[in-house]
């Protein structure tokens, strides 16, 4: 079968590779649609050798688990992988799937898996979020929209940063109360900040969250380490906290991933399809992620079946 794979220096290229054969507990689903996300960007950099790039697919069952469990041969669905899902076939473990409604298309389920289930974690570890202040960096991206609709939905107010009001208007669709396009602009104190950008960007946010704050600090897209000073702390987030997130978890992901598509289906969450191209297009549409040309997620398609 094709597959994309790792070319060298951060790029890919289509190959024939073999097929993967299903053990106890797995089905295999014919990829119609994978997403790009920002830190397959950064694996490909460094790609280890035997790994293939792909955590998010969405595509139809075509072999179901041979020991019976899980979704029927035919049947629609989304999947997070642990890598090599961009590819014609994938095999996954039954209970990271989640089965797709006729109203949630394969390339808006394509692009929930690593970003939504990002955003619904960070949203369970901030907690209750009603009434409360979050700055959010790097909001323009495929876990800022999610998080955005999900934290206002849930009553927060979210201050977004983002690069232009370009990239600002949709989330202020989604309940973003406040855009601003440079961090240093937020106006604090902010109950928790969420930051993903790094270099100078995380500790000016920090330094707009309020005496006992949080800052959850879930990435670092720009590549520069951040430089934190003690004693800067006193004007301000006396205090803070600062929470290093990591989006897996011990538990299955197939349940979090049926809320996602509940949430979907319901009109409660909208996937932002910031680019949608054939699968043939990866390796550029990767390189217009690097460079900051995707709002929102970025899906590929095989053209299997109509999505
Ligand atoms: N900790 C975890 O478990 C976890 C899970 C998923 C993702 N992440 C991280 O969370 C962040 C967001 O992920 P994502 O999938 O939403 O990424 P994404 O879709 O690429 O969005 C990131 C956004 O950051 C903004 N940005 C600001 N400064 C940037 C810079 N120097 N270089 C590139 N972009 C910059 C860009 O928007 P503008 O151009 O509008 O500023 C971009 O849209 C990434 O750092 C990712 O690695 C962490």
Redesign the pocket.
């Known amino acids: 079968m094709k597959a994309v794979v790792p070319a060298g220096l951060g790029k890919v290229e289509e190959a024939d590779v073999d097929e993967v054969e299903p053990a106890a507990g797995e089905l295999t689903i014919e990829v119609a649609t994978f997403s790009i ?3 397959e960007t ?1 694996q490909l950099d460094n790609p280890p050798s035997d790994w293939r790039p792909g955590k998010d697919v969405a595509g139809r069952v075509v072999r179901a688990a041979p020991d019976a469990t899980g979704p029927a041969v035919g049947s629609r669905v989304v999947a997070h992988l642990p890598h090599s899902g961009w590819a014609e076939r994938v095999v996954a473990r039954t209970d990271q799937v989640a089965v797709l409604p006729d109203a949630v298309s394969l390339e808006q389920a394509a692009a929930l898996p ?2 939504g289930l ?1 955003a619904l974690r960070m949203l369970r570890v901030a907690g209750s979020v009603i009434g409360r202040r979050i700055l959010l ?8 929209h999610y998080f955005t609709e999900l934290a206002a939905a849930s009553g927060a107010s979210v201050t977004a ?4 009001p370009a ?1 600002g208007e949709r989330l202020l669709e989604l309940g973003a109360e406040t855009i601003v396009y440079d961090v240093a602009d937020a106006r604090g104190p902010f109950d928790l900040a969420l930051e ?2 790094g270099g100078e ?1 995380l500790p000016i946010a920090l330094s707009k969250v309020g005496p006992g704050g949080k800052l959850i600090w ?5 590549r520069q380490p951040a430089r934190l000073d003690f004693f800067d702390l006193f004007a301000g987030p006396e205090g803070a906290s600062i929470q290093h ?4 978890s011990s538990a299955a992901d197939g349940p979090d991933l049926a809320t996602l598509v509940r949430l979907v289906e319901t009109g409660r969450l909208h996937p932002e399809l910031g680019r949608i191209d054939d699968w043939s297009a990866t390796a550029e549409v990767l390189e217009d ?1 690097r460079d ?1 040309r ?4 970025a899906v590929l398609t095989l053209g299997k079946e109509q999505q």
Do not use: D, K, P, W
């Open positions: 996300n920002r830190g950064f690593l970003a990002t960096t790097g909001a323009s991206g495929g876990v800022g940063v983002v690069s232009s990239r993903s950008v960007s879930f990435g670092e897209v720009s997130f990591h989006y897996t992620l900051r995707i709002r929102g997620n």
